[in-house]
């Protein structure tokens, strides 16, 4: 599992994203009574299409679907996650905002940064997902049987007066240092 993970809820379980197999591969690594009580936050113009889709992240994962299309926005996806996390439940985010080929970590928009901010007693995990990209690549419909990893780092919190910026590569520098982790456990 990793160094350490942050049992106190609510947290934040944010990670590196390079498949929607993600989500399911860190929910199933939590403890059940962490798991129970853990809410993926997943763009509702991709789970929201489909019966199995949406049955899968209504009624199985218990996901907080957010609007990235702004204009159709009807709702402030910030709102919601606060609102989850106000329930006494776990997030699963991740902050890069869209799938990436797990060469890189892209830069993190800001949704953690509001979310820390407006609930700064909450712990934000880093978790860094190996091998998910290559186990249901993009456009795949089904999981190849391959192994993957979740390496969990220490828990943070934003600091008084953190500035966006400055947060925002902080939290994107303890995914990278967990990436290396990842590596020389190899």
């Known amino acids: 599992m990793g160094r350490s993970l942050s049992l106190r809820a609510p947290s934040i379980y944010f990670a590196n994203h390079t498949s929607h197999i993600d989500f ?14 853990t809410r993926p936050v997943a763009a509702s113009d991709y789970w929201d299409q489909g019966l199995i889709r949406r049955y899968m ?4 994962f218990h996901g907080v679907l957010v609007e990235r299309v702004r204009p159709d926005r009807v ?3 910030i709102r919601s996650m606060v609102e989850t996390l106000d329930r ?24 953690l940064f509001h979310i820390a901010a407006a609930r700064p007693d909450v712990d934000l995990v880093p978790v860094w997902i190996h091998n998910a990209g290559r186990v249901m690549p ?4 089904l999981p190849v049987p391959l192994l993957c990893s979740a390496i969990f780092g220490k828990p943070a ?6 500035q ?6 902080r939290m994107r520098r303890a995914l990278l240092d967990l990436s290396k982790l990842s590596v020389s456990s190899q």
Not at 24 to 37: F, I, N, Q
Not at 138 to 141: E, F, I, V
């Open 24 to 37: 399911v591969l860190l929910w199933s690594v939590l403890p059940a009574r962490v798991r129970e009580r």
């Open 57 to 60: 992240i209504q009624r199985v």
């Open 75 to 77: 709702r402030n996806p």
């Open 88 to 111: 006494g439940e776990s997030l699963i985010l991740f902050p890069e905002g869209t799938r990436g080929t797990g060469e890189d970590l892209q830069p993190f928009r800001c949704g």
């Open 138 to 141: 993009k456009g795949a419909a």
């Open 157 to 162: 919190r934003i600091d008084g007066g953190e």
């Open 164 to 169: 966006k910026p400055v947060f925002l590569e």
